[in-house]
Each structure stands twice: as C-alpha cells, then as structure tokens.
C-alpha cells in the first residue's frame, strides 16, 4: 500500500471528506486529491507532518509502519526478566 492509500484510509475511517481533510491540513484539496490517487510523488515532510496531523496519526502510520506502543509491544516480550529488572532500576 503507498501513502496516499493510507491517507485516504485514515480519512475515511476518521469521516473526513477530502475537503474536510485538505482544510484541517492546511493543503490544497488538488494536491490532496494527487497524493491519495498516487498520482503525485511522495509528499514533502512537512506536507505528511501536517496531514498526519489534522488524521490524529503519526507519519509511521501514513507509511504503514505501526505505531510506536505496536512496536514497543512486540520489542518487549523479547525482553528477559534479568534485563527488564536491570532497565526498571
């Protein structure tokens, strides 16, 4: 899945229409139309902070990486007692 298709589907599951979602985000409805149907290259940072921003998502997510406490959820069982007690202390 690219990008855009995470952007349309964090904005459609959050009810925004592309309207909605070009307004929150401080970007052109077109230029929002372009990433979402892969028609334009990858957004710049700044354009993906805001768009991850107005969805309530990180920019991992836009990327289709799992948030942080995914991650940390599946890095932490790896984790064995003797150690765990070490980075408690």
């Known amino acids: 899945m690219e990008i855009g298709e995470y952007i349309k589907k964090f904005r ?3 009810g925004f229409t592309l309207p909605d979602l070009a307004i929150r985000a401080g ?6 139309w372009e990433i979402e149907s892969g028609k334009s290259r990858r957004p710049g940072a700044e354009v993906l902070f805001k768009i991850a921003e107005a969805l309530g998502v990180t920019i991992a997510q836009l ?19 003797g150690l765990r007690a070490f980075i408690n202390e």
Do not use: H
Not at 27 to 32: P, R
Not at 63 to 81: F, K, W, Y
């Open 27 to 32: 970007v052109s409805k077109a230029f929002l």
């Open 12 to 14: 459609e599951l959050r």
């Open 63 to 81: 990327m289709g990486r799992p948030p942080e406490r995914e991650v940390q959820d599946l890095i932490e069982p790896e984790i064995n007692t």
